[in-house]
């Protein structure tokens, strides 16, 4: 079965830092495209990152700079490594496969970030 | 970025009855749409990609249309299991969604 169960949310201040896991099972992570989503409270998602299958990788404005995606091939695991959080990056954030050309098929059940003092 | 518009942000139908939801790109994004199923504390579920084509899974009674701009999702005889919130999503130049449509019961 193709599964994502995205783990590392949790409350962090402003100006701090937060790594979120993606595990993958049931496909090869490093054969697809693997995109970041974020969901604010009561708001349509928002595109966040993607790493191609090659490697290469791409941001949305409101978060180059501060965010990195990344994979371990040998974990099957995506990340994305958050810092400098700001209060508008509070949101539940998804993992998602896609193919090449394609939307994104197969979704996590997310982990909730939440900043604040 | 493209801009996703979705109309109307909350269509109030009967079961059994059809329901139109349309979405509107600020440019052309050819035929790279996409709409989603999103239910409470649920990931959004793929249902059409292509602008009309079924996800695997997904009932005939979903069924896509349009290209470039203007684009409608169709659900023809609505089930309890379908009042949800709707997205739809453009791929074709980077990734943007619209802002949701709420079908709920009538």
């Known amino acids: 079965e193709v599964q994502l169960v995205e783990s590392g949310g949790g409350l962090v201040q402003p100006g701090g830092s937060l790594r979120l896991s993606c595990a993958a099972s049931g496909f090869i992570v490093s054969r697809n495209y693997m995109s970041w989503v974020r969901q604010a409270p009561g708001k349509g998602p928002e595109w966040v990152s993607v790493i191609y299958s090659g490697g290469s990788t791409y941001y949305a404005d409101s978060v180059k700079g501060r965010f990195t995606i990344s994979r371990d091939n040998s974990k099957n695991t995506l990340y994305i490594q958050m810092n400098s959080l700001r209060a508008e990056d509070t949101a539940v954030y998804y993992c998602?496969?896609?193919?090449?050309?394609?939307?994104?098929?197969?979704w996590g059940k997310g982990t909730k970030v939440t900043v604040s003092s | 970025e493209i801009v996703m518009t979705q109309s109307p942000a909350t269509l109030s139908v009967s079961p059994g009855e059809r329901a139109t939801l349309s979405c509107r790109a600020s440019q052309s994004v050819r035929s790279n749409l996409a709409w989603y199923q999103q239910k409470p504390g649920q990931a959004p579920r793929l249902l059409i990609y292509?602008?009309?084509t079924r996800a695997t899974g997904i009932p005939a009674r979903f069924s896509g249309s349009g290209s470039g701009t203007e684009f409608t999702l169709t659900i023809s005889s609505l089930q309890s299991e379908d009042f949800a919130v709707y997205y739809c999503q453009q791929y074709n130049n980077w990734y943007t969604f619209g802002q949701g449509t709420r079908l709920e019961i009538k």
């Open positions: 998602a496969r896609q193919w090449f050309g394609e939307p994104p098929d197969v």
């Open positions: 292509g602008a009309s």
